[in-house]
């Protein structure tokens, strides 16, 4: 099974930036669709950015367009979050995930492997 490894969170000022990577920790694996997704205190996990890694196509969630892109690495099934301009509101543990087929989602239901989260801090 599949072990997604995320890196790079950490604590930061308001409107300042961080870069999330993802990564399958074992062999590489053919994901169709990766995203990422955070979850804060008391809160549901709600998806943040979706990209399809045949076609490249993204999609991302209202309160965060336009400040963060997820982009495909050189490697195999690695992605990257970039999270510019940062708010306290933006504070989650973030996780990634990834499938083999589907439609890519914005959805937690569709993601079957995740990553353990990393935590993301933004102090005003």
């Known amino acids: 099974q599949a072990l997604l490894m995320e890196s790079g969170g950490g604590s930061v000022q308001a409107g300042g930036s961080l870069r999330l990577s993802c990564a399958a920790s074992?062999?590489?694996?053919?994901?169709?669709?990766m995203a990422w997704f955070r979850q804060a205190p008391g809160k549901e996990r709600e998806g943040v950015a979706r990209i399809d890694l045949s076609t490249g196509g993204t999609t991302y969630a209202d309160s965060v367009k336009g400040r963060f892109t997820i982009s495909q690495g050189g490697g195999e099934n690695t992605v990257y979050l970039q999270m510019n301009s940062l708010r306290p509101e933006d504070t989650a543990i973030y996780y990634c995930?990834?499938?083999?087929?589907?439609?890519?989602?914005?959805?937690?239901?569709?993601?079957?492997?995740w990553g353990q989260g990393t935590q993301v801090t933004v102090s005003s």
């Open positions: 995930a990834g499938t083999y087929g589907g439609t890519c989602p914005l959805l937690k239901l569709g993601y079957n492997y």
């Open positions: 074992l062999r590489t694996y053919d994901f169709k669709c």
